[in-house]
């Protein structure tokens, strides 16, 4: 089974009026995002709203985006 640190995120600041924020996204499931004040704060709440959509899926009999982790 995958776990929500398999998948690979991206954070940015976005600096729109009303955003101000970090904003985190897995990038091989991309309507799976989250923000938060900080960068950190962000990845954070990336990894619970992943966790809640990799749970999600399981009870629903849905198969997860494979993660594609880059490996160095």
Same mark, same amino acid.
């Given at each position: 089974?995958? =776990?929500?640190?398999d998948?690979?995120?991206r954070?940015?600041y976005?600096?729109? =009026?009303?955003d101000?924020?970090?904003? *985190?996204?897995v990038?091989?499931w991309?309507?799976?995002? *989250?923000?938060? #004040?900080? +960068? #950190?704060?962000a $990845? +954070?709440?990336?990894q619970?709203?992943l #966790?809640?959509?990799?749970?999600?899926? =399981?009870? $629903?009999?849905?198969?997860?985006?494979?993660?594609r982790?880059?490996? *160095?």
């Open positions: 089974m995958n =776990k929500p640190s998948y690979k995120t954070t940015w976005s600096a729109a =009026k009303g101000e924020c970090y904003i *985190a996204q990038v091989q991309p309507g799976i995002m *989250a923000h938060g #004040e900080t +960068r #950190e704060h $990845a +954070r709440e990336i619970l709203a #966790e809640g959509a990799l749970d999600a899926a =399981k009870t $629903a009999g849905v198969a997860a985006p494979e993660p982790l880059q490996h *160095a």
